[in-house]
């Protein structure tokens, strides 16, 4: 395989879920206390009669300055690269910064796994220094699981949904530890 066919990536968009599922609905919480603090400010200085003017602009302020300035923090997808032997699994925040979680290469690998049924109780044994998730929900049927010893002699895990495509280049890159089988 050369570099061009040598190459799988899969994006998905993180559920609200667990942790996350909390996190944003902070996040609408954080603006609406803005605006009761605002509010609360203005009537301690007595200047009440700006509320009447601050009130009908917030929600133009909260859509074109709060919200763009605020919201990338809660806006997430989850990103599963293959490039060049190397796995990199990153968070993508608001569609804009890119966070690298890890990158290894596919065949420091000890097994690369789907994590059903059957091989669901192996991959909650492994003994790790480090776990990175780059799934939409860990609940998804198609979720693969690999874990290994990265460069700095850390036991990783990684838990990351895959299309066939992927498979194929981690099977051609480690093909004794994969095990395929996935309906994307």
Do not use: W
Not at 3 to 25: D, P
Not at 144 to 157: F, M, P, Q, R, W
């Amino acid at each position: 395989m050369n570099e061009i066919t040598n190459h799988a990536e899969l994006t998905v968009v993180k559920k609200l879920e667990g942790q996350y599922k909390k996190e944003r609905f902070m996040m609408y919480g954080f603006y609406v206390l803005i605006l009761v603090a605002f509010l609360l400010i203005l009537n301690a200085m007595g200047l009440m009669l700006l509320a009447l003017i601050v009130v009908p602009v917030y929600p133009f302020l909260l859509s074109k300055v709060i919200i763009p300035a605020t919201f990338y923090l809660v806006d997430r997808e989850e990103k599963m690269d293959i490039s060049g032997g190397t796995l990199t699994l990153s968070t993508i925040l608001g569609k804009k910064k890119q966070k690298i979680l890890v990158k290894m290469k596919v065949s420091s690998f000890d097994a690369i796994v789907p994590y059903n049924d059957e091989y669901k109780a192996q991959c909650d044994a492994f003994q790790y220094d480090k776990r990175y998730e780059a799934v939409s929900t860990m609940s998804n049927p198609e979720i693969y699981c690999a874990y290994g010893t990265n460069d700095y002699e850390e036991k990783v895990i990684c838990f990351f949904e895959v299309t066939n495509k992927a498979l194929r280049v981690m099977k051609f890159l480690n093909k004794n530890t994969v095990v395929t089988e996935v309906s994307r």
